[in-house]
């Protein structure tokens, strides 16, 4: 059986944001200045792969 860590989790904008210690309008308005990873779309809905954002972090949150 696979861990948590192993498969692809996606998580939300408001997760994202907690992540990051930002508002969610913050986190959109970083994400429309490229320095986000970027999300994945499903439908209307904006979703990010969690051991991406993750490692993005730990990385120092470069700019993309």
Not at 10 to 34: C, Y
Not at 47 to 59: L, P
């Amino acid at each position: 059986m696979e861990t948590r860590e192993k498969t692809a989790v996606l998580i939300s904008a408001d997760e994202v944001a907690t992540m990051l210690g930002v508002s969610e309008r913050t986190l959109w308005r970083l994400l429309s200045a490229g320095k986000l990873p970027e999300p994945v779309r499903i439908g209307r809905n904006t979703r990010w792969r969690a051991a991406e954002v993750r490692d993005w972090i730990e990385r120092g949150c470069p700019q993309e």
